[in-house]
């Protein structure tokens, strides 16, 4: 891992954090953060967005779901 995608992760981090924390949306300050990480990593956009990105998107949303499902049935 070369410093600059150290840089890269530390500001996509920040980026988050204080992203969110002003009251901006969760899922957009994420993908902007993972713009970041691809674009000083010295990766390609697309192949990193559509492989990368959304691979683990689907993975979180797929585990996620029957846990928010089941939550908002209990919960009605």
Same mark, same amino acid.
């Given at each position: 891992?070369?410093? @600059?995608?150290?840089?890269?992760?530390?500001?996509?981090? !920040?980026?988050?954090?204080?992203?969110?924390?002003?009251?901006?949306?969760?899922?957009?300050?994420?993908?902007?953060?993972?713009?970041?990480?691809?674009?000083?990593?010295?990766?390609?956009?697309?192949?990193?967005?559509?492989?990368?990105?959304?691979?683990?998107?689907?993975? !979180?949303?797929?585990?996620?779901?029957?846990?928010?499902?089941?939550?908002?049935? @209990?919960?009605?």
């Amino acid at each position: 891992m070369t410093a @600059l995608a150290i840089i890269g992760f530390v500001l996509a981090w !920040l980026l988050v954090v204080v992203g969110t924390y002003k009251g901006h949306n969760a899922n957009y300050m994420c993908l902007f953060g993972a713009l970041i990480i691809i674009l000083l990593s010295g990766g390609s956009v697309a192949d990193g967005i559509i492989t990368t990105y959304m691979g683990a998107l689907a993975s !979180l949303c797929t585990t996620v779901f029957p846990l928010v499902v089941l939550g908002s049935i @209990l919960g009605r």
